[in-house]
């Protein structure tokens, strides 16, 4: 017997084929992905005690996580159902056990046909109860709010012809047309490519290869991705490679209905995959061409070579595992990242995007590997020189450029305009966003800093990175609850996110729960890779809530390891500010400053420096750095 379609309870109707929650008025409860799953899970088991073990089991398929993210994903539930007192009307905890859904609910019958406007619609008939002692009530206002709320349901889905200014698209990861014949890279490499193509076009919103890498595997619903990814069209596919030969089959999916907007199947040698990308990507074009050109945008055609790319087989394949593995934002990750784009770039010197991967993988290393800046800053330089040299208009090597002047050289102007000349030859590139947003945010500039922020995320809605970033930053404008949905969704995505954790301890001492944010805290010092920046974050928490005796074991241990390795010397200077000791912090901000410490860019504003302020030598800093003439901006951390 197949699911019921739409379940009542309290104030709301679950309608389980759209993944979404009506409320009383008609309006949609806005849940992330997750969040629903959990609610869904509840709801198809009323009165019944569901354990921690099984939830996290289904909430988690496949992966390993721990209780705490259970407990945030429930408490997320309450917080968006009302559920206050907690458990008091629909999610009742069960100690050291698990949770169970105490609300009646009703099965709505959804067999019965909407009635003929102009008249108010019937009630929709009560046809089963998962409760039939417990029946729910629907009487007066209710039951007109609820019929209305189920005819809102049954409305016919508004057209995507209609113009809107700009047409948004996913391409996922293409499927395996036999699981035993997988080949991953490729899977995610044709998405990557086709999304490189798409993104030059005018008028066209491409999510980015972040935001879809999760939906890799042969299992994915093209329909609900769309949803989750918010977008008027997807393109999906699967594949096949035997030995030399690659068959490839397409279609481009309309996300309101599944309908098919084109499809075609393609056989060729695997040499041949470029020429394959490209009739794919000039396909899915002609396809969308009339909704851009309705939309204002320009349905121009694609460049015959694709800016930045490459036409080597063994390049392309180094590339995309390097992509993959940059990804974790980790050092040993980044360091088989950067090895990985070395081995591209030998079998095609040509290839700019994997030069623009390698200055990336470079320079994540400064802030997730404690890499020397000395190591990092010429050859990240030279790698964005050569891509530009090779493609003087790649957005992805402007974008990078904007980096290279804002964290290497504190160059705020040249960094600015670096960041918006890559947005101007495409505003598809996320980073590009989120370069100029840290930017502004730093020179009192929120509002527009806030919207390329968020942007960004729009652009990559599935990376935990700026999710993260996002929340960290609501979070210092005092917008707690906007923070703590943003943070949830980066858990949604990466439970062990451990910049995720970092901005989570801060949500708890802003709550006043100082023994959570130290175990949050705690967690990042272990997922970080041995990363001093979470270290002494933990150390200076545990010396401001008076345990002064194990963060100076910490500074310690990271004193010990400076004698033989590089270690930031703004880590070690976080530690002695907040261990009182002043001049030692003092000594330790212009070493870094010496060093060119990326973290420098944050010096304003970053309440790490509480205390040294007014200080005459961190007065000087600013002005060195040429931070002293921007009024209060806002620091993530």
Do not use: C
Not at 220 to 238: F, K, N, Y
Request: hydrophobic share 45%; glycine share 8%; proline share 7%.
């Amino acid at each position: 017997m197949p699911a019921p379609e739409l379940l009542a309870f309290g104030d709301f109707v679950l309608q389980r084929s759209q993944q979404r929650v009506l409320q009383r008025d008609g309006t949609e409860l806005v849940l992330t992905p997750r969040l629903f799953s959990a609610l869904q899970l509840l709801v198809d088991h009323p009165d019944t005690l569901l354990d921690k073990d099984r939830l996290m089991r289904e909430l988690w398929p496949g992966l390993v996580v721990e209780e705490n993210n259970l407990s945030q994903t429930i408490s997320s539930l309450r917080r968006a159902l009302g559920d206050e007192p907690a458990g008091s009307r629909y999610i009742q905890t069960v100690p050291r056990r698990g949770f169970r859904f105490i609300a009646p609910v009703t099965v709505l019958d959804d067999a019965v046909p909407p009635p003929a406007p102009p008249a108010p619609p019937a009630a929709p008939a009560i046809v089963a109860t998962r409760q039939p002692a417990r029946r729910w009530a629907l009487a007066g206002g209710a039951a007109v709010a609820l019929t209305g709320a189920w005819w809102w349901l049954r409305r016919p889905a508004p057209a995507v012809n209609e113009p809107s200014g700009r047409v948004t698209l996913a391409v996922l990861p293409f499927k395996p047309l036999a699981a035993e014949s997988r080949d991953e890279l490729l899977e995610l490499g044709m998405a990557d490519s086709l999304i490189t193509r798409l993104s030059l076009v005018p008028g066209l919103v491409v999510r980015s290869v972040g935001s879809v890498r999760r939906y890799a595997g042969s299992e994915q619903d093209p329909v609900r991705a769309a949803r989750e990814l918010d977008v008027d069209w997807i393109v999906d596919g699967s594949l096949q490679r035997r030995g030399s030969q690659l068959r490839v089959s397409a279609r481009l999916l309309r996300a309101s209905d599944g309908s098919a907007g084109w499809s075609d199947s393609f056989d060729a040698q695997f040499t041949g995959v470029f020429d394959m990308q490209d009739q794919i990507s000039a396909r899915v074009l002609q396809a969308l061409a009339p909704r851009l050109q309705a939309g204002g945008g320009a349905a121009t055609g694609l460049p015959a070579k694709p800016l930045g790319g490459t036409r080597n087989t063994d390049a392309y394949e180094f590339y995309q595992a390097a992509t993959r593995h940059a990804q974790a934002r980790r050092g040993d990750s980044l360091r088989k990242s950067i090895a990985l784009f070395g081995q591209a770039l030998q079998a095609d010197p040509g290839y700019a995007l994997a030069h623009v991967g390698l200055a990336e993988a470079l320079r994540e290393t400064l802030l997730a590997a404690d890499a020397p800046p000395s190591d990092v800053f010429q050859p990240a330089k030279q790698a964005v020189q050569r891509a530009l040299a090779l493609a003087p208009d790649l957005a992805a090597a402007l974008s990078e450029q904007g980096f290279s002047l804002y964290y290497f050289d504190f160059d705020w102007p040249g960094a600015e305009r670096g960041f918006r000349r890559a947005l101007a030859v495409n505003p598809n590139v996320a980073m590009a966003h989120f370069g100029l947003a840290q930017l502004l945010l730093t020179q009192d500039r929120p509002d527009e800093g806030m919207q390329h922020l968020r942007t960004a995320r729009e652009l990559d809605p599935m990376s935990p990175f700026l999710n993260t970033l996002e929340a960290g930053y609501l979070l210092a404008r005092g917008q707690r609850e906007a923070a703590r949905s943003r943070l949830q969704r980066a858990f949604d995505i990466a439970p062990d996110f451990y910049l995720a954790h970092r901005t989570q301890a801060l949500l708890h001492l802003a709550d006043g729960q100082p023994d959570l944010a130290l175990a949050a805290l705690r967690r990042t010092a272990e997922q970080a890779g041995g990363n001093s920046r979470p270290q002494a974050l933990l150390g200076m928490h545990l010396a401001r809530l008076g345990h002064s005796a194990e963060a100076r074991g910490i500074l310690a241990r990271l004193l010990q390891r400076s004698s033989h390795q590089f270690v930031p010397p703004i880590s070690l200077a976080v530690l002695h500010n907040a261990l009182g000791e002043t001049t030692l912090a003092l000594d330790a901000l212009e070493r870094a400053h010496a060093a060119r410490d990326t973290q420098l860019v944050f010096l304003k504003d970053d309440p790490r420096w509480t205390g040294l302020r007014e200080q005459p030598r961190f007065l000087a800093l600013l002005k060195q750095l040429k931070l002293d003439g921007y009024g209060p901006g806002l620091s993530p951390s």
